[in-house]
């Protein structure tokens, strides 16, 4: 069993900072890409943010320059640094990751439960 745990959103100001962790936990056998997704209600789930297993980055036009991904993969965990957030970036964050489980010979997506970010004005 592979699941994904979210931590580090809440409410702040916009110009605030907020460090969001997602730890994979389970019978993994490895890991390859991770991210973090964003959704808003009534929206399609958009990318913010993957990293390769290698450190390799990219981001979505909306947060370069201001979120940085990255990982530590001894601890199976990514992370979504995010400075100078703005309203509009209050939405919904879900984790990602491409596992292939211990029991498995091929990779699958998991997400994590999501967690609020709130950026007040």
């Known amino acids: 069993q592979v699941q994904l745990v979210e931590s580090g959103g809440g409410l702040v100001q916009a110009g605030g900072s907020l460090r969001l962790s997602c730890a994979a936990s389970?019978?993994?056998?490895?890991?390859?890409?991770m991210g973090w997704y964003r959704q808003a209600p009534g929206k399609e789930r958009e990318l913010v943010a993957a990293?390769?297993?290698?450190?390799?980055?990219n981001y979505a036009d909306s947060v370069k320059g201001r979120f940085t991904i990255s990982r530590d993969n001894a601890k199976n965990t990514v992370y979504l640094q995010m400075i100078s957030l703005k309203p509009e970036d209050t939405d919904v964050y879900y984790c990602?990751?491409?596992?292939?489980?211990?029991?498995?010979?091929?990779?699958?997506?998991?997400w994590g439960q999501g967690t609020q970010v709130t950026v007040s004005s």
């Open positions: 990293i390769t297993s290698g450190g390799s980055a």
């Open positions: 389970g019978s993994i056998f490895s890991i390859n890409a």
């Open positions: 990602n990751a491409n596992i292939r489980p211990i029991s498995a010979s091929y990779y699958r997506a998991y």
